[in-house]
């Protein structure tokens, strides 16, 4: 059996940790000094987060994670283990490294008081043996707009202003932060995320972006509550220009700001095509148009997994727009199998250790699937991954699980 030491990296390990990462995720097995300054300008208050499975003394696996708030149903805050650059290194495959840092950095994350983790899967298979389960969708939202015509009561109601990359860095977090606390799935952006992703910090071996456009939005009060992030890619046709628009970020406090900044990036001269990423699969922009056809949905996919650290501690932290007064059997095979009466409603909840005989029984995996509000339980009755040990105890907690409004993590890490 291979010897599996899993420890937090040294300042001299950065190297190693980073060859692993960019060896696993197929971006070479080069390293330079200017990569390790940067991963330690950006990581380095936080090393103790940065794991790696050492064999006989070498690295051959990683992982990390960012200690940030997530925003669950009520809406509500937690704090939140944000996992990121799990690898293994394809020497090193099938010899339970993976499953030596995933334990690890559950142990780690409970003792610092963190009671829900959330990961971006590469595969759907692996992170289910570990508790996660498939919570947050994503989907580009996509409108043709040269036959794009909006509803004549969806006029501008705000003002609108083109911005430098200092001006939105300064500007957006304000909005974003508004909007990310009303977002279930939503996480905070420490400073040094927001440099990295505003394009403030670039990271080694890439060009400062050449083809973008920052727009913030005021409402008719003159507050920020809005902002838009997006390139552009043009080509001729015929010796007619056509601009197809990429929106990275496009984040919106009010459904006017909203509305003001997707009728904006139609309405610019030339545009064919616009690619809203990662949005939420709830997103219908249809409404909008005299011809709803002209917006559409693409790539819907699996994006955010959820895993319930602490499960009494995250079901009493959210709230219910459903009443749900349920006993669950929760199956843990990391930290073990525990029951818990939980009752909540809109105004607040309670889930306790107890002994009365169960309602449902189900994996702490489905459990984090169905936390964040956007997926359903059926289908996993389906599959037979729950048990409904009551008549209708199912129906039950799923009306009460669910949320009006699907959950988008608007951040990716």
Known sequence: MTDIEVRPITDAEIADYLRSVRTAFHLGSDVTDGAVDFFRNLNGDQLDRRLGAFVNGSLCGTTGSIGVELTVPGPRTVPLAAVTQVTVLPTHRRQGLLREMMRFQIDNAIARGEIVAMLIA?????????????????????????????REIVAPRGALEIVDLSTLRALAPEAFDRHRRMTPGAISRPDKMWDVLSGVVVR??????????????????????????????????HNRPSIKLDVLELIAVTDEAYADLWRYLCE?????????????????????????????????????????????????????????????????NVLGDGRFRLDGDAD??????????????????????????????????????????????????????????APWATTGF
Request: charged share 30%.
């Open 268 to 332: 610019i001269d030339w545009v064919s095509e616009i690619n809203g990423h990662v949005r939420a699969i709830d997103e219908d922009l249809r409404q909008l148009f005299i011809d709803g056809r002209v917006a559409r949905q693409a790539d819907r996919s699996d994006h955010m997994w959820v895993r319930l650290l602490d499960v009494p501690a995250a079901l009493a932290a959210r709230r219910y727009e459903t009443p749900v007064s349920v006993v669950l059997d929760v199956k843990d």
């Open 204 to 237: 080694p071996g890439e060009d400062a972006p050449k083809n973008r456009t920052r727009v913030l939005h005021r409402g008719r009060d003159g507050d920020l509550d809005g902002y838009v992030v997006y390139e552009s890619t043009e080509t001729w046709i």
């Open 122 to 150: 590469a595969e759907w298979p692996i992170y289910g043996r570990f508790g996660y389960g498939m919570a947050v969708e994503a989907a580009s939202t996509v409108i043709d707009a040269r036959s794009a015509r909006f």
């Open 348 to 405: 607040g909840a309670t889930c306790e250790a107890t002994d009365e005989p169960a309602d449902v029984a189900l994996d702490v995996e489905v459990l984090g699937a169905a936390y964040l509000g956007g997926s359903p339980l059926h289908p996993y009755a389906v599959a037979g991954r729950i048990d409904e040990l009551t008549p209708g105890a199912v129906i039950a907690l799923d009306r009460g699980m669910r949320t009006a409004r």
